[in-house]
C-alpha cells in the first residue's frame, strides 16, 4: 500500500505545474499527490463504516486511489484517456498510480510528456468534480457523460490558449483535440 510520502518522492515535479496546465489544474495535481482531497475515508477511522464507502461504487472505502485510479467508474475513464493517448503516440500507456498521481510518464511517452499531462490531469480533475456533483447535488452521471465533460474541458483549454497575445502551447492543445 503506498502512503503519501511514497507519492512525493516518486513524482516528477515538473509535469505536476507543467505549462501545458491552466493554475487551477497545477494546484489540483499537488493536492493529488500530498493525497489533500477530502475523500471520506479521511473521515471515517472505522474501515467498515459505510458511510466511507465510494461515491460512486459504493463497494470500497473511499480513499484516492480507489475513487481516482481503482474504481470500476474511474476504469473506464482511463480507457479512454488511454486511448487517446495512444491516438496521438501509437503507444497504449499504463494508467496506473505512479502516472495518475505522480505524474511519472513512462520511457515510451516522453515525446509526449504534455499530452499525457493534460490528459490524466483533466481526466482526474473530471472525475473529482463529478464526485463531488453526484455526492452533493445527488446528480447521476454515466460515464458517456464524463468522457464528453473531459472533451469539453480539453476544448476550453485551447480556446483560452488561442486566445492569448502570444499562444504558447497551441499546437499541443489541437492535436490533443484532434484526437479525443
Ligand atoms: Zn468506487
Known amino acids: 500500500m503506498c502512503n503519501t510520502n511514497t507519492w512525493a518522492s516518486q513524482t516528477n515535479w515538473k509535469n505536476i505545474h507543467n505549462s501545458i496546465l491552466s493554475n ?3 494546484t489540483f495535481n499537488y493536492r493529488c499527490v500530498w493525497d489533500n482531497l477530502p475523500v471520506l475515508k479521511k473521515f471515517c477511522l472505522n474501515p467498515l463504516d459505510s458511510q466511507a464507502a465510494c461515491t460512486f461504487c459504493h463497494a470500497c472505502p473511499e480513499t484516492l486511489i480507489h475513487l481516482l485510479i481503482e474504481c470500476d467508474f474511474s476504469q473506464r475513464i482511463w480507457q ?11 503507444t497504449k500507456p499504463l494508467l496506473t498510480q505512479p502516472l495518475i498521481i505522480s505524474m511519472d510518464v513512462p520511457k515510451q511517452e516522453k515525446p509526449y510528456t504534455q499530452h499525457t499531462v493534460l490528459l490524466i490531469t483533466i481526466g482526474k480533475h473530471t472525475l473529482w468534480k ?5 455526492r452533493y447535488e445527488g446528480k447521476q452521471i454515466t460515464h458517456r457523460k464524463a468522457i464528453a465533460r473531459i472533451k469539453q474541458s480539453v476544448k476550453y483549454r485551447l480556446t483560452l490558449e488561442s486566445k492569448r497575445v502570444i499562444p504558447f502551447n497551441e499546437g499541443i492543445l489541437q492535436q ?3 484526437a479525443l
Open 130 to 134: 463529478i464526485r463531488n456533483q453526484v
Open 80 to 90: 479512454y484517456t488511454a486511448q487517446v493517448i495512444q491516438r496521438i503516440s501509437n
Open 24 to 26: 487551477h489544474l497545477k
Open 176 to 178: 490533443i483535440t484532434d
